[in-house]
């Protein structure tokens, strides 16, 4: 008997990773995405093999870990990651507990949401903050989680650096892009000796599907990207500046005046939740907090207005459109998204092949 890699991404009679599934949301008058894309556990489930575990992503800034043996965690998907400044530099490892302390991933942990719990390791759980190295020694919950008796030995993953920002990727042997952030970082000014300081970080959570968060926060006149790396756009704040908004996907979203710059990285709590990471660069960043944070509200509420649209549209809930065709695609933003997600989805293996899934070839 043969097996697909896709076997498991069907749902209301749809099969997730087909092209068909996002063949409207392509063409040149595009419509939005399929409401399953912002609904449904399995595209999710999807999403985690064709993005979060394959791309670069943002997981804080070096002012976070400032000193040796400090750890920042970041689940990257349903993977429980961290990195960690050490002797030589940054290194990034998957944590010990990637199921807490169960053996087994527990029923109320499977359905797409980050549960609140004591093993914060986990990659079904919700993260907490960096953690100084004072907090990590012999005998801690947070050394046994995380590091283990042996961190040497944890299976690793890729981190690099982006100006103050640090990436992490779990695949084997991806392509770093160098130039291509070379080019975004010269456009949008965004980290310099203009900007030299960080504000805190506060973390703002949101009822709407992180990909339509990163359209609001990102909405604005497009004025060039870079294939489906990233993305910049002319953008006007609520008082009237005018400011650059880029998306470098998935999870990064930078919008910045000459004198300030909001750093927005995403982290989806749910399926119909992100997590919106907010910290500030500039020479008063504490200043400038509570402005950018009013301007993230201002654009987030957008993204939960049109996450609560499209998640109810052909449901019950919204009768009205049972039948009905999608909206098209307004915003700039919203469909490079698109394409961007759908050449990741394109680039997942599709071929049949007779090795069943889980069985040792050695057997």
């Not at 997730?16 to 996002?22: M, N, V």
């Not at 400032?66 to 750890?71: A, F, I, S, V, W």
């Not at 980050?114 to 960096?130: I, L, P, V």
């Not at 805190?200 to 359209?215: D, F």
Request: glycine share 8%; with cysteine.
């Amino acid at each position: 008997m043969t097996h697909r890699r896709d076997l498991g991404y069907w749902d209301e009679g749809r099969n997730l990773a087909e092209a068909s599934f996002y063949a409207e949301a392509l063409g040149p008058d595009p419509r939005v995405l399929s409401p399953l894309a912002f609904r449904s556990l399995r595209f999710s489930q999807l999403e985690d093999e064709a993005v979060w575990t394959r791309d670069w992503v943002c997981v804080g800034s070096h002012e976070a870990i400032p000193e040796k043996g400090d750890l920042l965690p970041f689940t990257v998907g349903t993977h429980g990651v961290h990195v960690q400044r050490t002797e030589g530099g940054i290194v990034a490892r998957f944590n010990k507990a990637q199921h807490g302390g169960c053996r087994a991933v527990p029923l109320q942990c499977q359905t797409g949401a980050k549960t609140k719990c004591s093993f914060t390791s986990c990659g079904y759980s919700r993260d907490r903050g960096a953690i100084p190295a004072s907090e990590l020694g012999d005998g801690t919950p947070e050394m046994h989680q995380y590091l283990g008796l042996r961190p040497e030995r944890l299976l690793t993953a890729q981190a690099r650096s982006w100006g103050p920002l640090i990436f992490v990727n779990l695949d084997i042997a991806p392509a770093w892009p160098d130039a291509e952030l070379a080019v975004l970082g010269r456009t949008g000014a965004f980290f310099g000796p203009h900007k030299p300081r960080r504000s805190p970080e506060t973390w703002l959570e949101y009822a709407a599907n992180w990909k339509l968060m990163g359209q609001s926060l990102a909405a604005g006149e497009r004025v060039m990207s870079d294939s489906d790396t990233w993305m910049l756009a002319e953008t006007t704040l609520t008082d009237g500046t005018a400011a650059r908004a880029a998306w470098l996907f998935p999870n990064l979203v930078l919008i910045a005046t000459p004198a300030s710059t909001a750093v927005v990285t995403l982290q989806p709590t749910s399926m119909g939740q992100t997590l919106c990471r907010l910290s500030t660069y500039g020479a008063d960043p504490h200043r400038d907090l509570p402005f950018w944070r009013a301007q993230i509200g201002h654009r987030a509420a957008q993204a939960e207005a049109e996450h609560d649209d499209l998640a109810r549209w052909g449901t019950q809930h919204r009768p009205q459109t049972i039948g009905a065709a999608l909206p098209r695609q307004s915003e700039a933003a919203g469909g490079w998204m698109q394409r961007a997600l759908a050449a990741r989805l394109a680039r997942l293996p599709h071929d049949e092949f007779p090795q069943p899934l889980y069985q040792n070839p050695r057997g």
